[in-house]
């Protein structure tokens, strides 16, 4: 099974940057898509980005598209989330999660098996 770690969240302003990392632990045959979700006090887990880990292509939310960008480091075993134009409505917990199912709606994401990293906090002040 896939192990995920999260890091590189932290505070900034308004218009600021952040890059998140998600350290794999490799992955498995079954494994399609990293997703990036997050989560804000009181709300629904939802998706941002989705990065094909085959074909390096990216799917985007319309809140975060032209503000966000995903790559990857093989070597590293490593996927990133680069942040850019950060709003406050950016504010929440950041999960990163090796799936199946290529997908940012989480019910059609949790249909087939999706692992899960701890989360990394990211605020952004106005």
């Known amino acids: 099974q896939v192990h995920l770690v999260e890091s590189g969240g932290g505070s900034v302003q308004a218009g600021g940057s952040l890059r998140l990392s998600c350290a794999h632990s490799?992955?498995?045959?079954?494994?399609?898509?990293i997703l990036w979700f997050r989560q804000a006090p009181g709300k629904e887990r939802e998706g941002v980005a989705g990065?094909?880990?085959?074909?390096?292509?990216?799917i985007y939310d319309a809140s975060v598209k032209g503000r966000f960008t995903t790559s990857q480091d093989n070597a590293k075993k490593t996927v990133y989330l680069q942040m850019n134009a950060l709003e406050p409505e950016d504010t929440a917990m950041y999960y990163c999660?090796?799936?199946?199912?290529?997908?940012?709606?989480?019910?059609?994401?949790?249909?087939?098996?999706?692992?899960w990293g701890q989360g990394t906090q990211v605020t952004v002040s106005s």
């Open positions: 999660a090796a799936s199946v199912i290529c997908s940012l709606n989480l019910t059609i994401a949790s249909m087939s098996h999706i692992t």
């Open positions: 490799g992955y498995s045959d079954s494994t399609n898509c």
């Open positions: 990065y094909f880990i085959v074909a390096g292509t990216t």
